[in-house]
C-alpha cells in the first residue's frame, strides 16, 4: 500500500507563490505515475499536473507556464512549484499515484493523500 502525504499549503496574495511536496512511503520511481489534482468547493476534482512513470509531464492549460511538477525518486517526494497564482487556484490539492502511465482521470488513481489546501487572496 502507497501512503502519500502532502505538506506546503498556505495562503497568499495573487502572484505568490508555493512549493508543495508529496512524500510517498515506498519507491514510486519505477512503477508509478504521479499526479497533482485540486479541487475547489462545490466543483469536481481536476487534474493540475502529473509526471509519468516513463518520465514525461503534462499540465492543465490553466497552470501551464506558472505550475512547474517534480519529483525526487531518492526522496520519494513529488513536487508541485506554483508561482503567480491567482485567486481561482484556491483548492484542496492532492497527490495520487497510479502503476504506469500517467492519467488525468482520478478514478484512473488509487492511491490519494489527505489534501493540502491552497487559498489565494486578490
Known amino acids: 500500500q502507497v501512503q502519500l502525504v502532502e505538506s506546503g499549503g498556505g495562503s497568499v496574495q495573487a502572484g505568490g507563490s508555493l512549493r508543495l511536496s508529496c512524500a510517498a512511503s515506498?519507491?514510486?520511481?519505477?512503477?508509478?505515475?504521479m499526479a497533482w489534482f485540486r479541487q475547489a468547493p462545490g466543483k469536481e476534482r481536476e487534474g493540475v499536473a502529473s509526471?509519468?512513470?516513463?518520465?514525461?509531464?503534462s499540465y492543465a492549460d490553466s497552470v501551464k507556464g506558472r505550475f512547474t511538477v517534480s519529483k525526487d525518486n531518492a526522496k520519494n517526494t513529488l513536487y508541485l512549484q506554483m508561482n503567480s497564482l491567482k485567486p481561482e487556484d484556491t483548492a484542496m490539492y492532492y497527490c495520487?499515484?497510479?502503476?504506469?502511465?500517467?492519467?488525468?482521470?482520478?478514478?484512473?488513481?488509487?492511491?490519494w493523500g489527505q489534501g493540502t489546501q491552497v487559498t489565494v487572496s486578490s
Open positions: 515506498v519507491y514510486t520511481g519505477s512503477r508509478y505515475s
Open positions: 495520487a499515484a497510479r502503476l504506469g502511465g500517467s492519467s488525468w482521470r482520478a478514478f484512473d488513481y488509487i492511491h
Open positions: 509526471i509519468s512513470v516513463y518520465g514525461p509531464t
